[in-house]
């Protein structure tokens, strides 16, 4: 992580920082807004205001990260049928059927502890352009 810093001839400066299962950036009082500049390796920075945002390692990767994404049964159930009401498809699932797709849905967040990638979560804000 680089955090924006004066240090001599230096603005910013890159800082290790360990997590073992989720680092959390954004405000301390969940009523305010994160007015925030993300940059992910070598791409463009991007300009945001959202509630935050979430970093998950593969140790964390089941707990605040998981439940950030995943599906219950009903919200599955509903998606489902929004597919089928819009005819993107026909069929008609069973309870076990829609438990499957719900189970593999969310089964997808989950990556091992020894796993070197990191997962962003990120709601963003309404507006698509936030500056």
């Known amino acids: ?3 924006p ?3 001599g001839e230096k603005t ?17 009082s969940p009523t305010r807004l994160s007015y925030l500049e993300l940059q992910i390796d070598k791409l463009p920075a991007e300009k945001q205001k959202s509630s935050g945002f979430l ?9 605040w990260g998981y439940h950030v994404n995943a599906l219950d049964y009903y919200r599955t159930e509903q998606f489902l049928k929004i597919l089928q009401n819009s005819g993107l498809t026909n069929s008609k699932l069973s309870s076990t059927e ?3 797709i719900m189970n593999r849905f969310n089964d997808s967040f989950i990556f091992g502890a020894e796993d070197r990638k990191n997962e962003v979560h990120h709601k963003r804000s309404s507006a698509e352009q936030c500056f």
């Open 98 to 100: 829609i438990t499957d």
């Open 1 to 3: 992580m680089t955090y």
């Open 5 to 7: 810093c004066t240090m």
């Open 55 to 63: 970093i998950s390692t593969g140790s964390g990767s089941t707990a």
């Open 12 to 28: 910013e400066v890159e800082i290790p920082k360990y997590a073992l299962n989720d680092v959390y950036v954004g405000e301390t």
